[in-house]
């Protein structure tokens, strides 16, 4: 693998700056603080097996921010970061999940806010793989961000062997024998997930279908300003208060999947060059805002920026 960043020769007051700039540099969406003042040393290296990118990231003690900001303008949300621990240890935080993660440890890290942090020095490597390939075979993504697939499990400590062996061996491989290993590297982490996802506790079949043809209700409704949570239920042939419950196990209320997926329906409208003639108002009354103040409110509050504001950055970025 290439060096792409060292600390080693740089001035000591300037080392973890250009380290958190060379990092963004290459689309990593963390805003970083540094956990103790010890000298900071951190060493980037990245390579290119098949169509796999992969970075190799020393580092000292840190902790990282996702930023909602920094994620919409490095335009990762068509990706899954997969965190392989080689040494170490760090904590992340998403989903309302909290885990740590050792060496030999697997993860999966949505681009969405969240939170990681290493007190001690550490290494990891880390790939971008698309989101559809992981979630076609284990479902949202939610199941499984920050969920340790742990070095106990015999096809973690599989796929952490065969990654070691393909770096080492990669410089080696015709163009197709590395599209060919690439593809069962991938292979071996969705087999080591859905490992560690087979030990949490199974939900109901039915509740499954029901909160999907519920979502898919949700979907095609969304544009009703009288879309709730009591016409949902209605749909759906169960009562409020079982809705309710599904919903809640699986980590959210369905009065807030309704107001986030009309969010991100606007948020996409606004962002689609062809919908640039639209004025706001009719883009908030299309996803179901009886209002455009409270469609800002809330958009502001979800994305961090007004809606007019967020339009032209988008619109910006696209030319």
Not at 20 to 39: F, K, S
Not at 62 to 89: C, Q
Not at 263 to 292: K, N, S
Not at 295 to 306: D, L, Y
């Amino acid at each position: 693998m290439q060096t792409l960043f060292s600390t080693q020769g740089l001035h000591p007051r300037n080392r973890f700056q250009l380290w958190r700039e060379t990092l963004l540099e290459y689309g990593v969406a963390i805003e970083w603080q540094r956990l103790n003042d010890a000298p900071f040393e951190a060493r980037i290296e990245a390579g290119r097996i098949g169509p796999l990118q992969l970075k190799r990231i020393f580092q000292g003690g840190i902790r990282g921010e996702a930023m909602p900001g920094l994620m919409r303008r490095l335009g990762n949300d068509g990706n899954l970061s997969v965190v392989l621990k080689l040494s170490g240890t760090m904590t992340s935080l998403q989903d309302e999940r909290c885990a740590v993660q050792g060496a030999g440890d697997i993860l999966v890290l949505d681009h969405r806010p969240g939170i990681l942090a290493a007190a001690q020095p550490g290494a990891s490597l880390s790939l971008e793989l698309p989101r559809e390939r992981l979630e076609r075979v284990l479902g949202p993504a939610r199941l499984y961000t920050a969920l340790t697939a742990g070095a106990d499990l015999a096809s973690s400590s599989l796929t952490m062997t065969y990654f070691r062996d393909l770096i080492s061996v990669g410089g080696q491989l015709t163009p197709d024998a590395a599209e060919r290993m690439s593809a069962i590297g991938v292979d071996l982490i969705v087999a080591s997930l859905a490992e560690r996802l087979a030990q949490e506790v199974p939900r109901s079949v039915h509740g499954t279908v029901t909160v999907q043809r519920a979502k898919a209700y949700v979907e095609a409704h969304l544009g009703d300003p009288a879309l709730d949570p009591p016409r949902v239920a209605a749909a759906m042939g169960v009562s409020l208060r079982r809705l309710q419950e599904l919903f809640h196990e699986r980590g959210r209320h369905i009065s807030d999947y309704i107001w986030h997926r009309r969010l991100e329906a606007a948020a996409a409208r606004l962002a689609d060059p062809g919908c640039a003639h639209l004025p706001i108002g009719l883009v908030a009354y299309g996803c179901g805002f009886l209002t455009q103040a409270h469609f800002s409110r809330r958009f502001k509050a979800r994305f961090g920026s007004p809606p007019g504001e967020y339009r032209q950055m988008c619109l910006s970025a696209a030319r």
